[in-house]
């Protein structure tokens, strides 16, 4: 009504054909070719990207909807799929993968190959379409198939969607449809009789025939191609930037330069206003008496299964058991510690005992909802010195599979075969080629937890797990693998007989006591199976060091990061800090790096053990978002705020606190809380001082910046030539890849 009167009743109404059109058939194969930059040190044969697509059918077909989600799974996504293993045997990329986009009018999938040598184009292509020839000649694995649907349909059964609200990630597939026909919001969201009509349909052609149909006969593809290019962002790319600028200037009148101007001063005074208070006054809000008092409950309770300790968390998971069999790495000596994330990166992708590791990842995906491994690192809340380093099996699986999937975790942990060189060199290049991916395109994340390592021995220990060094240590076995292919097999097989002994476990479990019946009886047998015997033990405590490091790569932007510890300066980790966070990263960072400077993003974290860190995401500054972290302290400590804001920066606090959780994701808070040290006391505790934080509470917080801030741990991901004009701020600087 209100937009109708002050707005919409001013206009004359038109009738506008918003339909969304599918694109017309191509009637052949389209070629695309594009560059991307890549660092002066890179081999270009060694990092393009090929990727073949095509359209598969139209999103309002509720049965080809979910039909595709299984032919990706048995034709190239599971482990030991076929198109996949023929390209890997090929040496088409480093990293195979393909991918199903169901969410538009015009559905598409695409085989993609990344970190190959573009001239393999018309190989890649070729390949691809003998071997989806020969499938639809021969037929699908039906065992691959049911394993492909038993894997989709216990995650649609299950729908956990991780900290995000069901009723959000159901309403956003309801878009899947509804966007495009106003009578179907529901039919992606109700598709029980889809899965049982499909496990009908496996084995009869079904599959074969939506190859046949849409991969092959379909003219409707492209070939998209990825070259890389020395130089682009430091020459071509500037240059032609600054050309066309330049360009458009000269043509422009003095009128037309003094409007853009006066333009620029216009958008800055609007950043810098603020909004009225009588504005701001109409928006309803809670009080801050609208919100709970309590903290979430820790729900644990120490047990036994057998003589291995045992965790419990007695929650009802609709008849799924959450199973974690956490060992400890302790008992690692230093000179494998290196070869920890190796092992975790093979595990359940090799041959064992029973089954090639495609036959293996259909019997995991068959008989459970998923197993998996991990290594996860639990500091202590108390001294961040000390914690507890894991690598972790996982398991979801119905009560009544349960001796199922112990058998599969012991097989995985037991009789994996680390001689089987050609699929280590798959499974590393792989994982390089993913690690490197996700460094360049999650840079600070990369960034802070480099930057934490230079504090504490956890943060040393966690960035030789997972970190550069990890990664280095993949890029250089992938690269020289004859050389290293010995070292890397006998450093498995001894960390696989150093940490899977029952002296290491700790069962963690997640359901009712009907599911831990039966688990606390097949964790004995497990046990019985583990290593027993004398190995080569030892323990890796690593000597933090402080650095100043500059990581340099071909990207446009930059991901800056400092960081440091306030608890060991003596401050304790206070609730408020949670309020800082929130105010930090919407408002101070927000406004300055975010608004003002043009990064995509920033953040600030303040652990309970006292790791605290400002960084930036796809930021064009360097020094400049720099001085805005120095400058922070001082801005909180002349904090100033009325009853309305501090209540939103309680709201938003409190509203990460209270995320809705998942039967398994409130099992592993609860973990996590144990192995960290943390009680229900400190929990309430901290609430406390949130609900009851005042602007004083706030001030002198700036504290806790100075002291965190002291240590002045600063590492920088990204763009080679600013992070070398800025030379003098680091200690070191060198090429990420």
Known sequence: MFLDEKYLSAFEKLEIDSRIREQEPFPALRRVVREYPVSDEAREEECGYLSYNMTAGDCLDRELYVAFQILDYALCSAPGAPLKQVLLDHSMGKDVYS?????????????????????????????????????????????????????????????????????????????????????????????????????????????????????????????????????????????????????????????????????????????????????????????????????????????RAGDIPALRHNLFTNGIAYIRMIFSLDRVPERLYPYVGVLNACLGLLNTEHYSYAQLSNEIDLNTGGIGSGNNLYSNVENIDMFRATLELKAKVLYGNIPKAMELLREIAMTSDFRDEKRLLEIVSEGQSQMQSQMASRGDRTALNRALAYGSVSGAVRETLTGIPFFRLLTRIQSHFEEEKEALMQALEELAAIIFRRENLLLDYVGTQEGWEKLEEETSRFAGKLYEGSADTGSYRPVPQRKQEGFMTAGQVLYVCRAGNFKKKGLPYKGTLRFLQMMMRYDYLWVNIRVKGGAYGCSCSFGRSGESGFSSYRDPNLKNTVDIYEKAAETVEKFTADERVMTQYIIGAVSEMDTPMNPAAYGLFSLSAYLCGISQEMLDQERAQLLGATQEDIRELAAYIRAFMQDDFLCVVGNAQKIKEEKEMFLTAENLF
């Open 99 to 303: 991918e199903y986009d169901n969410g538009i009018q015009q559905p598409f999938f695409s085989i993609m190959a990344s970190d190959t040598d573009v001239s393999k184009e018309q190989e890649f292509v070729e390949l691809v379409n003998r071997e989806m020839g020969r499938i639809v000649k021969e037929g699908f694995d039906r065992k691959a198939l049911l394993a492909g649907i038993n894997h989709f349909e216990f995650r649609y059964r299950e729908a956990d969607f991780g900290s995000y609200p069901k009723g959000l990630m159901y309403g956003l597939q309801m878009l899947d449809s509804w966007l495009y026909a106003d009578d179907k919001p529901f039919i992606h969201v109700e598709a029980n009789n889809i899965y049982a009509g499909l496990r009908e349909k496996a084995g009869e052609g079904y599959f074969e025939g939506l190859v046949q149909t849409y991969l092959i006969d379909n003219p409707h593809k492209s070939v998209v191609v990825l070259k890389p290019k020395k130089g682009m962002v430091q020459q071509d790319l500037l240059q032609g930037r600054s050309g066309r600028a330049a360009k458009r200037k000269a043509g422009m009148s003095p009128e037309q330069l003094a409007e853009i101007v006066d333009g620029q001063q216009a958008l800055k005074a609007y950043q810098e206003q603020e909004d009225k208070q009588e504005d701001l006054a109409r928006i309803p809000m809670l009080a801050r008496e609208d919100i709970g008092r309590e903290a979430r409950k820790l729900v644990n309770e120490e047990t």
